[in-house]
């Protein structure tokens, strides 16, 4: 999918970071857009900024970890723009703390943003983007916290692994069947967002965090200042993204020094070593 001019784009999280800058670029590329995020009046802000038409424009307040939410945004984007070209299943949550000290809410919460909304996304647009004359496009936003196993993350490293295999998985069946819907993974490292006060959006039904420990509180004070202290912005991910997209390119690591740290763990894998400890590496291979 290369020309994405008057093609219709669907993103979640689209309310701020990531998100956001995919919409700026979607209407860069002169792109529609249906644009999804637990924020709704947020949304209706930054949707003002975009300088689009009512015509090319919809806007959707969604809990991406409720399927009935997807499957309504998927309704209500099929009837309004009649196909879909790029589907961007963005939105995501973070959380750090020891693994021992996740609480069933937590691991429901993260999971639930961050790869049942994935799963959801896949399962209510996809088969009718394969019904479609047109190329179109899934990008799943991952992390490499998908391809690394960082301390402190175990909740999100899990939801995120599972956005790896569900995308490769995915982008395997439809080569099998010659399809014309590509799959992109996208993998940040750290991106100067909002991401730190994603518990905001958390419910009172996902329970409320306990306090954490001395150590989870370390955690949450390196991730702090890992994500302050990223060079890459969210503009950086968007540029990547529709660069992937429009060379059917599946893997996007923006972040290139990173793979350092991705080859040390597959090293560790094929040689059949014990784990190598994210301390104990190269200042330049460490994601904290």
Known sequence: MIDFRNRTAVITGAASGIGLALARRAVKEGMKLA????????????????????????????????????????????????????????????????????????????????????????????PRMLKQKSDSHVVNTASVAGLLSTPGFAAY???????????????????????????????????????????????????????????SADYEARMAKAVRSGRLTADDMASAVFEAVAGNRFYVIPHAKIKQAIEVRMEDIIESRNPTPMTGRKPSTRIL
């Open 157 to 215: 490293n899990v939801s995120k692994h599972g956005v790896v295999t569900l995308s490769e998985t995915l982008y395997s069946e439809l080569a099998a069947m010659n399809a014309r819907v590509g799959v992109s993974l996208l993998c940040p490292a750290w991106v100067p967002t909002g991401i730190l006060e994603s518990g905001r959006y958390r419910q009172i039904s996902d329970g409320v965090p306990v306090q954490s420990s001395r150590t």
């Open 35 to 126: 644009l999804a995020d637990i924020e709704g009046e947020k949304l209706k802000d930054v949707a003002a900024t975009l300088g689009l038409p009512d015509d090319r424009i919809s806007l959707h307040t969604v809990d991406v970890s409720r399927e009935e939410d997807i499957a309504r945004l998927a309704n209500e984007t099929f009837d309004r723009f009649g196909e879909v070209h790029l589907l961007c299943n963005n939105a995501g949550v973070c959380m750090t703390r020891g693994t021992w000290e996740h609480s069933t809410a937590d691991w429901e919460w993260v999971l639930g943003v961050n790869l049942r909304s994935v799963i959801h996304g896949v399962h209510h647009f996809l």
